[in-house]
């Protein structure tokens, strides 16, 4: 046995080896870690410091800097200086609906739209310090950590930029839908993806760490994932009780100042004392109010779906307002649009969007200077603006447009349609709601200048198209008699009514009296020519159902062109195994001259340039489900169709004396529904018609072609009860 003396050296001799080994490791221990370290591409080489791994660098007090407030999702802010009533103190408008909760962190908001920008504003005044612009749309709130903004877009990718710049720092494409705003805690940023996955990254390298299943611990809190969704086991914000006292509302509620702000789908934010449970303001937008508020140095931060970001502060507050300059004010028409610092349209400064309210200063022949929100000036192209004037819920651009008319149809109108003259509407009238699918019960016509209307038969009308003949004088439509569809003719006195042929969607020529039609029976969609008179039948070609019959739908009527030598067809994904619409272009002679290829299922609304050099259809119900691709004009060459332009959505109606399109834009965020849209083909220009808050269901050039009409058929459902529709329409002279 050994001494104890000796088994005590040795232990110290050990322990102090041990120790030196250590000091001797310790620099390039350090030193690895240093080198672990990787430096963002956008960013200059600089020292890493490796307490950014492993610490949060403090915000303030009066930040927000992740989706509801704080790890725990309490929602509250300290702020003890927001009071409502508030006051509007700016408002930002973004390309699209804004669904993502904005954050606040040192004077600026962050905040994504479903336009795929994600905004840095200035959070006291209207001013956009940078953007970042992604493929998808960014639906979930930013979260800041050590001056950098981490986010995910709607194409499974997630970024990381400088928060100052906006510069990108890395970016990582996910395997899984990323659908939740993500978390970041010391050194760590943690997505959650669909359906129950968590990614968990390295902050500041953007290393994927590992990711896990189900639940995690963040900062001491225990986080789980369902549906894509990261959120705490026990949130702290106790939406529920606040959700019964405001209208319908998918927000959650946030608080300050013993006062809880929640949004609502009847488009207002809502404050509510907590003591006394009793609302004591409320602010109306053109949008739903989804998206969480943000509360930060006493302001309160909302978006819409109207597409704008709000900023509120209290009623009683002293900033100065941007004074409005005297003069007129013009609307920017549409997205993206670039501001210049001259007249010479060079050194874009910024850009606006739709929507956006302009003092408009000066004018010269080429573009507008205008007044910015913030009081800067600048100058933007003059297709860029409208100045517009409202007539019944219409604004009308009156830098072209002039001498607005109005038309209201008989109540129960529905799909009116002008005769080549212009003199007369016809259309068909549905008194009777009751029934499976949708039937008209009589046929009616409209003198626009008198405003008399009268009715020329009854039937059972199926089909919404008629056709006028090319004189004016008469209307060919699809009728059923005895249980089969006919083919019949009427004149515009109601003298003579003539059941043709049996057949389907009948078109009249633009230059004789003969009617081309449709005829479905044996798995075969047939086309037909007819003279009026009965004589002259003849089989154009026939073309075979191979794909999945639709269940009851109306035929769309062959499209003649103007020189009455071709026919233009809709063929919808039911006649093709691929399930792939296409539109067909036969010769009279029954050869096909064009087939124009698709990837969506349907298509229709086909028309003719006036030199027949052109067509345009509509395509919907894209196969792939891109919301890029469905619901587009195609306009396209006959001669050069892989050259076709791919335009914004629907109605496409081609001027009768020129190279000049008019056609109907859906607005993709509230509050305006439709833009009504001139394309100047040869000057490759489009200029804002009108705008509206109202459902339009198409516009037209009429014959003269200087005019246009607008119509808006109203839904059934009007004061709780199903009523027949009511058809008003807009007759404007274009400039």
Not at 332 to 339: E, G, L, P, T
Not at 445 to 474: H, Q, V
Not at 674 to 691: D, S, Y
């Amino acid at each position: 046995m050994l001494p104890l003396s000796f088994f005590w050296g040795e232990m110290a001799g050990l322990l102090i080896c041990q120790i030196m080994l250590f000091l001797c490791l310790l620099p390039s221990i350090f030193g690895c870690a240093d080198q672990a370290v990787k430096t963002p591409p956008s960013e200059s080489p600089k020292p890493a410091h490796r307490l950014l791994q492993i610490t949060d660098q403090p915000t303030s007090s009066k930040d927000w800097s992740m989706f509801m407030a704080n790890l725990q999702f309490s929602g509250h802010s300290v702020d003890a200086s927001l009071k409502p009533p508030l006051s509007l103190c700016w408002k930002f408008k973004t390309g699209g609906q804004i669904l993502a909760s904005p954050i606040v962190v040192n004077g600026t908001v962050y905040v994504g739209s479903s336009d795929g920008i994600l905004y840095a504003l200035d959070a006291k005044i209207w001013k956009v310090k940078w953007t970042f612009r992604v493929e998808g749309s960014i639906r979930n709130a930013v979260v800041f950590w050590n001056n950098r903004i981490f986010f995910s877009s709607a194409n499974n990718m997630i970024y990381a930029l400088s928060a100052e710049t906006g510069d990108k720092i890395w970016e990582y494409k996910s395997q899984s839908w990323v659908n939740t705003s993500p978390v970041a805690s010391l050194g760590q940023v943690y997505f959650g993806a669909y359906s129950d996955k968590i990614y968990v990254f390295n902050a500041v390298t953007g290393k994927l760490i590992r990711s896990v299943r189900r639940g995690v611990q963040i900062g001491g809190i225990e986080y789980v994932c369902g549906q894509g969704k990261l959120a705490p086991v026990a949130a702290e914000h106790q939406t529920n009780q606040w959700r019964n006292l405001v209208p319908f509302s998918q927000s959650l509620a946030v608080s300050a100042n013993n006062v809880v702000y929640i949004g609502a789908r009847d488009n207002k934010i809502y404050a509510i004392d907590i003591s006394s449970k009793e609302q004591i303001w409320a602010y109306e937008t053109d949008g739903y109010i989804d998206a969480v508020p943000a509360i930060s140095d006493g302001m309160l931060y909302v978006a819409s779906c109207d597409g704008y970001i709000y900023a509120f502060e209290n009623g009683t507050g002293t900033r100065q307002q941007v004074k409005r300059k005297p003069g007129r004010t013009g609307t920017i028409v549409s997205d993206n649009r670039k501001v210049y610092e001259t007249a010479g349209l060079e050194q874009a400064k910024l850009r606006l969007n739709d929507g956006v309210e302009v003092d408009i200063i000066n004018r010269d022949s080429l573009c507008y200077q205008i007044a910015l929100p913030s009081g800067e000036t600048g100058w933007v192209d003059w297709t860029s603006i409208g100045v517009f004037d409202q007539k019944d819920e219409i604004s009308f651009n009156t830098v072209v447009c002039s001498n607005v008319e109005t038309l209201n149809l008989v109540t129960g109108a529905e799909s009116p349609h002008w005769s080549p003259n212009g003199r007369l509407i016809a259309f068909l009238r549905r008194k009777n709601l009751s029934g499976q699918y949708w039937k008209a019960n009589e046929l009616w016509i409209m003198d626009p200048i008198s405003n008399e209307s009268r009715r020329l038969c009854s039937g059972d009308f199926y089909n919404p198209n008629l056709s006028w003949s090319f004189d004016g004088n008469f209307i060919t439509f699809e009728a059923y008699h005895q249980g089969e569809s006919y083919v019949w003719v009427i004149d515009r006195f109601a003298k003579n009514l003539t059941r043709l042929i049996r057949g389907d969607a009948p078109a009249w020529s633009p230059i004789a009296n003969r009617v081309a039609f449709r005829r479905w029976e044996e798995g075969v969609d047939t086309i037909y020519l007819i003279n009026v008179d009965k004589t002259g039948l003849k089989k154009i070609v026939g073309i075979p159902v191979e794909g999945k019959i639709s269940t009851f739908t109306y035929l769309s009527p062959p499209v003649w062109s103007p020189n009455g030598q071709d026919l233009a067809l809709g063929m919808d994904r039911q006649y093709f195994k691929d399930g792939y619409a296409s539109v067909q272009i036969y010769e009279i002679n029954g050869k096909k001259s064009k087939e124009f290829f698709t990837q969506s299922q349907r298509v229709g609304q086909i028309s003719w340039s006036q030199d027949a050099s052109k067509v345009m259809y509509v395509t919907t119900g894209n196969l792939k489900r891109d919301p890029i691709l469905d619901k587009r004009i195609h306009l396209t060459s006959i001669n050069l169709p892989s050259q076709a332009r791919i335009i914004k959505h629907t109605s496409p109606s081609w001027s009768p004396t020129g190279d000049r399109v008019v056609f109907m834009e859906r607005e993709d965020c509230m509050g305006v529904q439709w833009k009504v849209w001139l394309l100047e083909l040869e000057k490759k220009q489009m200029v804002a018609i009108a705008r509206t808050k109202k459902f339009l269901t198409a516009v037209e050039w009429l014959p003269s072609g200087d005019r246009i009409c607008l119509w808006h058929t109203s839904k059934y459902l009007r004061g709780g009860e199903y009523r027949p529709a009511k058809t008003k329409g807009w007759v404007v002279k274009i400039n």
